[in-house]
């Protein structure tokens, strides 16, 4: 394994994770000192995912321009940018502002993970692209688990200003440090490859290859049609509960008496659950098949789901319930990832990645704004939580269709490939 290609794209998703979840753990601390409800912050939550899928759908034409090693780097700039600059407009108090700027803060986070898991994958052999994708999306959890973690300290030492200062100073550093170590993709033998920093540029009807397989209508070739609707159905409805859950729980939390400085260790249960559910992804997608461990890890989600709407307020059993809820939605939601690496060829993966993240995207736009106004109607925390466990319990159903078909074609396969090898035989 490329340790250090894994490892600068590890940090830069780590640090997109940190800057998704530090909106989340400010906001009931914001809403008291702005004297505004929570669910006011709504548009700011919504326009950063919105953000982020534009930045996803992007990807693929950005990859061919630019490279697949500089539109990482200047997407983590980017996303830099944005937290320096909402660290800027906060002391303004202005909703406006703060949205406008978590809009172009998102346009960068979308354009990291898909670089980040196409760079990464495209260093390796097939037999270790999974393991590597899900090695590099696993950042996102550790950087919520991370904000999650030191939340209420940062809020206490830094401010919510200072929050958003360090947010935008580390990937500045990481940026530097990706200029020097961070080698270009490796040019496939049967491909061409999009023009990089260290890579020489195609010619001119290699490039037009690269971008029609970087266009959407090649996910839907002969073949691959099926899988990328059932692939993104999956996405959307994991991506709902997921950032529904990321973007509220601290918020939710002080409905079940936590305080505005304690909430954020809701997202820290939360977040650790993802890692470890990332981790049991690993594992079972290794022995069972990546669409195998996609219907078993969303349903343990949407369990948890319920039954942190219904332990009442009990501190313990709440967090440990939403550490399982984090872990099924955040193995699905690595996992769609890692099933995107698998599912397309190299010269259509990056658009593949970035198409199903930005269609889980839009589910992390949907579901967040529906939960913002059901907290304006009032609608009680441990009813959201338990309206949101029904979309995961439909992923689960989308994930069970699509390994259903991919065992049927395996099934064919191989029957074909035996009936070859009799007729080979009876002919000699």
Partial sequence: ???????????????????SASLSFVLPSLAEQWGVTSAGFTPAVVLTNIGVVLG????????????LRRMLISGTVLFAAGSLVTALVLPAQSLTALSTVRLITG?????????AVSLAAAHHPDRQRQSVSV????????????????????????????????????????????????????APASEPVAADSTASAPGADDTAS??????????????????????WTFSFLVFIASYTLQSWVPTLLTEYGFSASRAPIGLAFLSFGGVVGGIVLLFLAARKGITFALMVM???????????????????????????????????????????????????????????????????????????????????????????????????????????????????????????????????
């Fill in 1 to 19: 394994m490329r340790f250090d290609v894994v490892g600068l794209a590890f940090l830069a998703v780590l640090l997109d994770g940190f800057d």
């Fill in 135 to 186: 090695t590099v999306t696993l950042g996102l959890a550790f950087g919520g688990t991370v904000a999650g973690v030191f939340g209420s300290s940062l809020l206490a030492s830094l401010g919510a200003t200072g929050v958003f200062w360090l947010g935008g100073a580390l990937p500045l550093l990481l940026a530097v440090l990706m200029v020097r170590r961070l080698p270009a993709a490796p």
């Fill in 107 to 115: 346009l960068g986070l979308g354009v990291v993970l898909p670089g």
């Fill in 298 to 428: 969303p349903a343990i989600g949407a369990v948890s789901m319920v039954a942190a709407a219904t332990v009442g307020t009990g501190h313990t059993a709440l967090l440990l319930a939403l550490a399982g809820s984090g872990a099924g939605v955040t193995a699905g939601q690595i996992g769609q990832l890692t099933l995107a690496v698998a599912m397309y060829p190299p010269g259509t993966r990056t658009a593949g990645v970035g198409w199903a993240a930005a269609l889980g995207r839009v589910g992390s736009i949907v579901g967040p704004a529906a939960a913002g106004v059901l907290l304006a109607l009032s609608l009680p925390g441990d009813d959201i939580v338990l309206l949101t466990a029904i979309p995961v319990l439909v992923a689960a159903v989308s994930a069970a269709v699509l390994w259903r078909k991919t065992h049927a074609k395996d099934r064919t396969d191989r029957r074909d490939d035996a009936e070859r090898k009799r007729r080979e035989v009876t002919a000699r």
């Fill in 56 to 67: 996803y759908l992007a990807s693929g034409t950005l990859a061919v321009r630019l490279g």
């Fill in 210 to 231: 690269v971008a029609r397989e970087a266009r959407v209508g090649a996910l839907f070739a002969p073949g691959l049609r099926a899988g990328t609707l059932l692939l």
